[in-house]
Antibody
């Protein structure tokens, strides 16, 4: 079965750094893009950005570019979402999702279970 | 950035009845449109892609239609497990934007 398994919940203070992970299994990790999606408490889904694990090419939402970074380690089939300086407004659930292919016009067909990030002083 | 607008925000429908959810794009996305279902405490699940193609394992009562800027998700006969939030998303142009969601509730 194709699966994305995300790292566990995190509680951090403002200004701290954080990296959360998303490990793929059951398919060729480098063949499919991975996106990250944010869901703030009680709110809707917001696409953050995506990475092509085969070459680490990324696209970001303009509203988030520069505040987060997305990376991947093809050798361990894992994608990452990273912050260098967290803010309280980063408190949210974060989902990773696999795109159906590594080409344009590719929807997200498999989702991770989500990682809760809480930022509070 | 393409804006996706869903209507209504909340839809109350009785079990066994039909539900029709709408999604409008601020510019054409052709048929590069997906629908997702999200239940409380769960990750989203893909229902429909390419505007009208059902994802693997999705019951036939779920159907999608539309192209360009106007799209519809129809649930033909609501079951208890269908009460959830539904999101549309365009994947035609970066950033891949979602609608704000439609909450489908029991009437």
């Amino acid at each position: 079965d194709v699966q994305l398994v995300q790292s566990g919940a995190e509680v951090k203070k403002p200004g701290q750094s954080l990296r959360i992970s998303c490990k793929g299994s059951g398919y060729s990790f480098s063949s499919n893009w991975i996106s990250w999606v944010r869901q703030m408490p009680g709110k809707g889904l917001e696409w953050m950005g995506r990475i092509d694990p085969s070459d680490s090419y990324t696209n970001y939402s303009p509203s988030l570019e520069g505040h987060v970074s997305i990376s991947a380690d093809e050798s361990i089939s894992t994608a990452y979402l990273q912050w260098s300086s967290l803010q309280a407004s980063d408190t949210a659930m974060y989902y990773c999702a696999r795109h159906r292919s590594g080409n344009s016009y590719s929807y997200m067909d498999v989702w991770g279970e989500g990682t809760t990030v809480t930022v509070s002083s | 950035e393409i804006m996706m607008t869903q209507s209504p925000a909340t839809l109350s429908v009785s079990p066994g009845e039909r539900a029709t959810l709408s999604c409008r794009a601020s510019q054409s996305v052709y048929t590069n449109l997906a629908w997702y279902q999200q239940k409380p405490g769960q990750a989203p699940r893909l229902l429909i892609y390419a505007a009208s193609t059902g994802a693997t394992g999705i019951p036939a009562r779920f159907s999608g239609s539309g192209s360009g800027t106007e799209f519809t998700l129809t649930i033909s006969s609501l079951q208890s497990e269908d009460y959830a939030v539904y999101y549309c998303q365009q994947y035609n142009v970066w950033p891949y934007t979602f609608g704000q969601g439609t909450q489908l509730e029991i009437k």
